[in-house]
């Protein structure tokens, strides 16, 4: 297997996540819109609608070389396009060195890249919306439970754990976890601690990585978000802003105008009011037995245990305001989660090290 990835070839797996990283900016782009992913089958540009070919779609370069525009209408074109075919390129990278050239476990680097794939969509919708689709974290599970499946076929024995089967130990892990600091922040503080979309993240992050290493994930997403968290927060400066609907689908006052923020602010402020403990208790319940995955091909399913439509159209979501200090968690969440993607060996050596230090000889 050494002589099948040779050291230069990280460059092509890296290159072939850039190739990802651009079919991710049309999930990052179509699902939270309730958009086709096959309809229409060509990407396209948002502004002008005019169908992109390839002088517009090789990853990185084409946004830098035609300086951050639309070819044919000249619109500015977000630099979320580059960042995330750059994020996409350097993880899978990363993941090829690790497990092709430096080891020889094909299904892990698969299994590992389409899980990174997931959580870098996961990462610049909810920065921008406040929001996870049910359709990514869904995956994310589904991709934990197909490296358990071949896990066990290949009578491997990190497949068990806890004398159930990892993945769902995983699963049970990411749930209990965030789901747990959702409760304790409700209570405590009489305020909503944490999305539910992170604690559906979680289950899949725990699915695909297992317990030890998914609750290393949150830990390292803690210190991801105090660091990071900060910066962004004085970014941000004095805004005020409306979270859960995106620009392009905020009510404007007349067409052609600003929407109206601070108005709009003030108002959902006025009327914003932490969840009740029962409804979170049932959601958590639904989280654990997956019935929001099910409800992805179940409708009524869903609605009857959540109360809620499965789909909610961007313009019909829920709007809050976003205060100065409001910093979503998931991001950084996803962003612990690649890291032990990547770094699993050296981040739980670091662990036992520390264990050895704090109590010499239990390890």
Known sequence: MQELFPTWTWLIGAWIGAFFGSFLNVVIYRIPRGLSLNEPKNS????????????DLVPMLSW???????????AKVSSRYFFVELLTFAIWGALWYRF?????????????????????????????LYIIPDQINGFLWLVGILLNVWLFIAGRPEAMTW???????????????????????RVLFGKDAMGHGDIKMARGVGAVVFPAAALMSFGVAVLFGAVFGIVQILARGGERRVGGVPSDVLNTKEPGSEPDVESSASEIE?????????????CGLGYLLCVDIAGLYVPRLYERWFGEPQFVPLEEEEAFEVERTMIPFGPYLALGAIAVLIFQKELL????AYLNWVAPGTR
């Open 44 to 55: 396209f540009c948002p502004k002008c609608k005019h169908r992109l070919m390839v002088p």
């Open 349 to 352: 050596g670091l662990v036992d």
């Open 100 to 128: 092709l050239v430096q080891g020889s476990d094909i299904a892990m680097f698969l299994a590992y890249a389409a899980a990174g794939s997931a959580l870098v969509a996961i990462i610049f919708i909810d920065l921008e």
């Open 64 to 74: 830098v070389f035609l300086g951050g525009k639309c070819r044919h209408c000249r």
């Open 270 to 282: 006025a009327d914003w009011e932490p969840e009740p403990i029962p409804v979170l208790l049932k």
């Open 163 to 185: 004398g159930m089967p990892s993945a769902l130990a995983g699963w049970l892990t990411g749930v209990g976890a965030i789901w747990g600091i959702a409760i304790f922040g």
